[in-house]
């Protein structure tokens, strides 16, 4: 007889290959040099390398603004989507949604096409066009939702209460579609620190990105060093999202 | 004119939603300080009257005067009312003492003020010890009491509650009911109350008004409600009730179960069929024959704590329902005796089915939205016609297919020997049916209408 918790066996098998393995690659090679032995290298040559700092620096503020321009965009596109006075339909928000089952890097390329036909000049500019236009039904779809399911009689009682549509939206609403939010951030931001196919394509590779010189050592075989930034971002990235995690616990603590 | 004592008038109140009138000219006044319920089924619209008071939802026609003014156009926040919900909704990222202070800090009252304030309504509902818990760290009863004072510390000229015990569980619910009541009578406010639950509705209120389908069906305190139900709606769904065809021999005299009986009522004229109410406990039951108005046989007993309840088939086949503190044997012969006044007689909304239609041709007519054929006719076609259809010739099919029209069983009311159904047509007819056959609310049905038992008349106009 099989045991149920044999089933799980192929999903394990692929989680050692495609995500267990490949991490470990990573942190061997990041401790490696080019002959295979150990070293510290790699690492201390980033924090000592001005140009790396300078982009890793670089990338953190596009990924800061461009999350920031997310929210300043979708989180009033979500209230509007999520409230049947203003939208009485699904299609709207499939609408929003629908740009995402295009692949981004064949938005992007259009888009990069789209400014070089109207003569645009390439550079930050564009950059951070390019990113919010990929990156906000990420922050989109989250606030929505938390937004539709949010019970209504939260923000009457608001208003029973004596608060004006205003004073309801900041008092009420809002506080409760900070999970929505978190989670909006969490998708946006961690993903725009490794970008390199936007920058490229929409600044004719004049802004550099984190996600660029990693690709750009990985490119050049190398491997070691390439590694070695990776592994630095992924601690980053892994530092923020436990952080946000956190964030988002004491929420939805709040939210049952 | 304007009566001093009156805080809320609502007048001709009516709202649709599309097609559908949730309420249809709905009037009445609320006097200051009253403890008034607005009772009835789920859908008959005592939810929706609540919330146009509360200004949540506007009305399509009618208006609701406060103190003499119309207050149609004014947002909630500007309406000196609160309101305790049907689920609470305290907001779960603020504490207890903050949800309560919630109004109070949007006035931009001074802090002292606002927590002297909270803790005196804390108090007022016994959880001053609760301050700083989390909202949803509460039990429902807790949550409730919070919501209250959460209502009550911004002190408004009309508490509105949605079913504010619902949720709660039967012991629990009747703590809160006294609870209620001793607050409304310490504060002195007048109180909105909506539930379904009728026994709530008797226990708290001063004013009762029974509402269905849109419609309000009776207002009156709750010993008026409970004796002198105005139609067979009221009378079935307040308490436990033996609703019985009869005739209105002449004043004060009245012929049902075919046993001629001495009431108080006078002014229905002779011989005029009614609907005739007698509770359950106002039977009064012997094992000893003589002196009493009719026999029956006891068909069961039941005992229900203070009470048994009885059904008994009377000498003309009859059955009602008897409630006395002591048990009689199932099986034996018992007399029966109903005093004049606990005899209540409700005049009938009607004798028959009477449709509007138009003549299709000699043998068809046109009602319910369907054709029905009919009896040969010389009346040309296109002409108005009113029919009539005697509640026991409409013929119910289990198939809605194998009908005319379909439609669905919307109210049953037992009549002693008989059912009395209201069928719902998929136009949005009411048909009334007297059969012997058992329904359950919510069949659908198939209705037939045999030809020779549609009765045309023209209109005259």
């Known amino acids: ?256 | 004119m304007a009566n001093q004592d009156v805080i809320i008038d609502i007048r001709h109140l009516s709202k649709s939603y599309g097609d559908k009138k949730v309420l249809d000219d709905i009037n009445f006044q609320i006097r200051k300080g009253e403890f008034i319920t607005l009772l009835g089924p789920s859908g008959c619209g005592k939810t929706t009257t609540l919330r146009i008071i509360a200004g949540f939802v506007e009305a399509s026609d009618g208006e609701v005067l406060l103190e003499g003014s119309d207050i149609s156009g004014i947002p909630p926040y500007k309406r000196p009312f609160n309101t305790v919900f049907q689920r609470y909704a305290l907001f779960p990222h603020l504490d207890v003492y903050d949800n309560v202070a919630f109004g109070l800090k949007l006035r931009n009252l001074p802090e002292e003020r606002i927590d002297q304030l909270v803790r005196r309504a804390l108090k007022l509902v016994s959880m001053s010890d609760y301050e700083s818990r989390d909202v949803d760290s509460l039990s429902g009863g807790q949550q409730q009491r919070v919501a209250i004072a959460r209502a009550l510390v911004n002190k408004p000229q009309v508490l509105l509650l949605d079913e504010p015990l619902a949720a709660l569980d039967l012991k629990m619910r009747k703590d809160m009911q006294m609870e209620l009541k001793e607050m409304h009578e310490k504060i002195g406010i007048t109180f909105i109350y909506v539930t379904h639950d009728q026994e709530e509705a008797l226990t708290l209120s001063d004013t009762i008004v029974v509402m269905n389908e849109g419609r309000i069906q009776q207002i009156g305190t709750p010993t008026e409600i409970y004796n002198e139900p105005q139609n067979e709606f009221v009378a079935d769904f307040i308490g436990e009730s033996n609703i019985l065809n009869g005739t209105m021999v002449c004043d004060r005299k009245v012929n049902f179960i075919e046993h001629e009986f001495e009431c108080v009522d006078e002014g229905f004229g002779e011989n005029t069929p009614v609907d005739v109410v007698i509770r359950p406990e106002d039977i009064y039951i012997m094992s000893k024959l003589e002196g009493a108005q009719f026999t029956a046989t006891v068909k069961s007993c039941t005992f229900k704590g203070v009470h048994y309840q009885m059904f008994v088939d009377t000498d003309k086949g009859y059955e009602l329902m008897v409630q006395d503190y002591n048990a009689f044997e199932v099986g034996s012969t018992v007399g029966l005796f109903i005093k004049p006044f606990d005899i209540q007689v409700m005049r009938k909304p009607r004798t028959c089915n009477s449709f509007e239609g138009e003549i299709i041709d000699s043998t068809h007519v046109w009602i319910l939205g369907e054709s029905f054929e009919c009896r040969e006719t010389s009346l040309e076609p296109g002409t108005k016609v009113k029919v009539d259809v005697e509640f026991d010739k409409i013929d119910l099919q289990d198939h809605q297919e194998e009908g005319t029209v379909d439609g669905e069983v919307h109210f049953i009311l037992y009549k002693g020997n008989h059912y009395h159904l209201t069928i719902l047509t998929a136009h949005g007819d009411h048909i009334y049916v007297d059969t012997q056959d058992i329904w359950d609310k919510g069949d659908l049905v198939g209705i037939n209408i045999a030809p020779e038992d549609l009765i045309i008349t023209e209109c005259n106009d």
């Open chain 1, 1 to 256: 007889m099989i045991k149920r918790s044999n089933w799980s066996i192929p999903y394990f098998i692929f989680l050692i290959l495609f995500v267990v393995m490949p991490l470990v690659l990573v942190a061997v090679f990041a401790f490696q040099d080019g002959s295979g032995r150990f070293t510290l290298a790699n690492i201390t040559r980033f924090f000592t390398d001005k140009d790396a700092l300078a982009t890793f620096a670089l990338s953190i503020e596009i990924a800061i603004e461009n999350t920031a321009l997310c929210i300043l965009i979708g989180y009033p596109v979500a209230w509007i989507l999520s409230n049947k006075k203003y939208n009485h339909s699904t299609v709207t928000i499939i609408l929003f949604i629908l740009p995402m089952w295009i692949n981004a890097l064949m938005r992007t390329l259009a888009t990069a096409e789209l400014f070089n036909m109207l003569d645009f000049n390439l550079g930050k500019g564009t950059l951070l066009y390019g990113m919010v236009y990929d990156y906000l039904p990420f922050m989109i779809y989250p606030i929505y939702n938390i937004l539709n399911k949010m019970d209504k009689s939260y923000a009457e009682a608001a208003e029973d209460l004596g608060a004006n549509p205003w004073q309801v939206f900041w008092k009420v609403t809002f506080p409760l579609s900070i999970p929505g939010v978190a989670s909006g951030i969490l998708m946006v931001f961690m993903p725009t620190v490794s970008t390199f196919a936007i920058s490229e394509f929409l600044t004719n590779g004049k802004i550099k990105l984190f996600g660029t010189i990693i690709q750009e050592n990985i490119n050049s075989s190398m491997w070691n060093y390439g590694a070695a930034l990776s592994l630095v971002m992924l601690i980053i990235i892994g530092i923020t999202t436990l952080f946000s995690h956190k964030e988002e616990e004491n929420m939805e603590e709040g939210l049952i």
